[in-house]
């Protein structure tokens, strides 16, 4: 594969998770990152235990999407079986990041799923987010339970860990990420105030951004 390009993909990956450092998204070497490198059946991911503070483009894993290392000196993420999950269930994903943000991260302890709150929740998200089971964390099992609550939506809640968003980009699945915890941030802080159920987007509304979310994704899968 062309030096640029994986040049650009570690890049990249060093970029987003300063973004998820600043956005309180991660802290220390928490959660992971991960993008398809074009034209290839590799990915480049973040390593096992390096600050992202510190962390380089030389400490940025490539490895294939059986789970083999092709460059690098560290050890790629736990959780690339995780990632690589997804990507070879949807072709139309290219980045995925794992989070352990604060309110998204009350709901996965509680098991709650979250609810479209936001009238753009349905339309950026896909709809509800549900809850992967817990299993441990690296494992198959965890992977396996996360492809199967994440469906064809863009996020997901991960039991008692965090959560996930992809996208076509690092920066649509950060934008993901970052909606999420809002959405989560508002949907705990509604059912805190002990006043009722709080009131969610019209099923009519619901039907129109479906629409938009599943147009959007047929036009990726086309690119």
Do not use: W
């Amino acid at each position: 594969m062309p030096s640029e390009t994986k040049t650009l993909a570690k890049r990249q990956i060093v970029q987003i998770c300063q973004q998820m450092l600043a956005a309180n998204l991660v802290i220390g070497s928490s959660g992971n990152a991960s993008i398809r490198i074009q034209d290839t059946d590799t990915i480049a991911i973040t390593p096992s235990r390096v600050d992202y503070t510190v962390m380089e483009l030389k400490d940025v894993m490539i490895i294939n999407l059986k789970g083999e290392v092709v460059e690098g000196d560290r050890n790629p993420s736990s959780e690339y079986p995780m990632h690589l999950g997804i990507y070879k269930e949807r072709e139309e994903v290219k980045a995925v990041l794992h989070t352990h943000s604060i309110y998204a991260s009350v709901l996965a302890v509680l098991g709650l799923p979250l609810p479209p709150v936001l009238d753009e929740f349905v339309k950026d998200l896909g709809g509800q987010i549900e809850v992967a089971k817990f299993a441990l964390s690296g494992s198959k099992e965890l992977a396996a339970n996360v492809l199967e609550a994440l469906g064809p939506r863009d996020a997901v809640l991960l039991a008692n860990h965090g959560a996930l968003s992809c996208g076509s980009s690092l920066y649509e699945a950060f934008d993901k990420a970052v909606l999420l915890e809002r959405a989560a941030q508002i949907y705990v802080l509604a059912i805190s105030a002990n006043k009722g159920e709080p009131s969610l987007i019209s099923e009519e509304a619901l039907v129109s951004q479906k629409a938009m979310f599943e147009m959007d994704k047929r036009f990726k899968r086309r690119r």
